[in-house]
């Protein structure tokens, strides 16, 4: 089974083009938002689209929520798809992706600059931002059991194979997740400094957390993740390296988890050792 991944913002474009990059690279199923589909039909998995706020909608999608990623994990090893399509908003998410899933490593990471237009880009921005429309590639009977009261109305593509032949490739859906309604989404850094500190200070060898600073990573408009950088006073006695490695998997994931951002990078400084008399 081999894996391939289309990367691009929030809003660009993927979920529309994942049925023709499908087809183009010959990858039978695609995982997008959380869900597993294959043939135009949805065969395991929760779509990030249903959730009520976006910090579950960003969990969903990374497969991190309890039970989500096993259930997804059996449906591919039961229909044996000979190549998947990744969806995600960086290479960072799909490497975390296929990491939850436990897949083969990606062969193949297209971008969303590479297949569409800046102008066609900005146009599903519009639709994104304005009109809180989100594209699932699925038919919208596909849909039902799960976006009831969501849908907005279904899409057929058809692409031109020639001057006289058109040849479907299959249906999408709009749906107005609920989130969509409730404007932009921030988090103030002390938030997630206050997160940090209180991991950290579990630690029973960490004496003191003296400085915690948080870096956003920005792709234009567009915020890819964090990097974290925080210095320490410790216990003399602990092994450091295995305390700065536990702690630093402890941070990433537990804000992960509670704000639904991408953490690229996890820095902790030892500064002070403290002796005990």
Not at 2 to 30: E, F, M, N, Y
């Amino acid at each position: 089974m081999d894996v391939i991944a289309l990367v691009g913002p929030s809003g660009t474009g993927k979920s529309h083009r994942a049925l023709v990059v499908a087809q183009k690279h010959h990858a039978d199923a695609i995982i997008d938002d959380g869900i597993l589909i294959k043939g135009g039909k949805i065969l395991a998995g929760h779509s990030a689209k249903k959730e009520k706020n976006r910090i579950m909608a960003v969990r969903r999608a990374i497969f991190i929520l309890p039970g989500h990623a096993e259930e997804v994990e059996a449906a591919i090893q039961k229909a044996k798809p000979h190549r998947i399509l990744v969806l995600g908003t960086s290479e960072n998410m799909v490497q975390k992706i296929t990491k939850a899933l436990h897949l083969p490593p990606i062969q193949q990471i297209i971008h969303i600059e590479d297949i569409a237009t800046k102008a066609e880009m900005a146009k599903a921005r519009y639709y994104r931002l304005k009109q809180g429309k989100h594209i699932i590639p699925v038919p919208t009977i596909e849909l039902k059991p799960h976006f009831s009261g969501f849908l907005v109305d279904p899409i057929q593509s058809l692409f031109k194979r020639s001057r006289t032949k058109r040849r479907r490739l299959g249906e999408k859906s709009i749906v107005r997740p609920v989130f969509s309604y409730y404007g932009k989404l921030s988090i103030e850094d002390t938030a997630i400094q206050a997160i940090v500190r209180e991991v950290l200070e579990q630690e029973t060898a960490i004496r003191k957390v003296n400085h915690i600073h948080v870096e956003h990573i920005f792709q234009g408009d567009e915020d890819m993740g964090l990097r974290i950088h925080a210095s320490a006073a410790l216990g003399y006695g602990a092994h450091i390296p295995t305390l700065i490695r536990r702690g630093q998997q402890n941070v990433r994931d537990k804000v992960e988890y509670m704000t639904g951002m991408v953490v690229h990078e996890v820095d902790i400084m030892v500064n002070t050792l403290f002796v005990e008399a």
